[in-house]
């Protein structure tokens, strides 16, 4: 079985997306959900538009993350209504992204975002940032300390 780890975001209607997307991920047969963290409001990169509330998610699966990503975690966005464009920080309805795989850190951008790092650290503090002896716990320690994030 393989462990990954999901982050939620949403700036468009999220109080009403981000409990559904848990809730589609929930009853997929493909998926045992393990555990989620928090809701966090957290600023937008790049955007001006209105902050995000984002939230992590552990699930165990037999399917590797890319099938997961395309068949699932895409499925979802799209039945919430997600429409990509050019501009990547774009208000979004969902937005789903693995960040782990098997207790390793997949996103290298991990450490540097709020809205990754805060609900990542809830629920699996003691993995490690990639190539560092820091675990998200320390790190989230440290970055309360210095934003505007809040936990819900």
Do not use: Q
Request: net charge negative.
């Amino acid at each position: 079985m393989n462990k990954i780890y999901l982050i939620f975001g949403s700036n468009i209607n999220p109080e009403t997306n981000i409990p559904s997307a848990l809730e589609l991920l929930k009853s997929n047969p493909s998926l045992d959900f393990i555990k989620s963290s928090g809701i966090w409001r957290t600023k937008p990169i790049g955007s001006c538009c209105t902050d995000f509330l984002n939230s992590a998610a552990l699930i165990e699966t037999s399917l590797d993350a890319s099938t997961v990503k395309k068949e699932i975690l895409a499925r979802i966005e799209s039945k919430l209504g997600r429409v990509r464009t050019e501009d990547k920080n774009a208000p979004r309805t969902i937005d789903l992204d693995i960040v782990a795989v098997n207790d390793r850190i997949t996103d290298p951008e991990v450490e540097k975002f709020d809205h990754l790092l805060l609900p990542l650290s809830e629920i699996a503090p003691d993995l490690f940032l990639p190539g560092s002896t820091t675990n998200l716990a320390e790190a989230s320690a440290e970055r309360i300390k210095l934003t505007s994030a809040v936990r819900l």
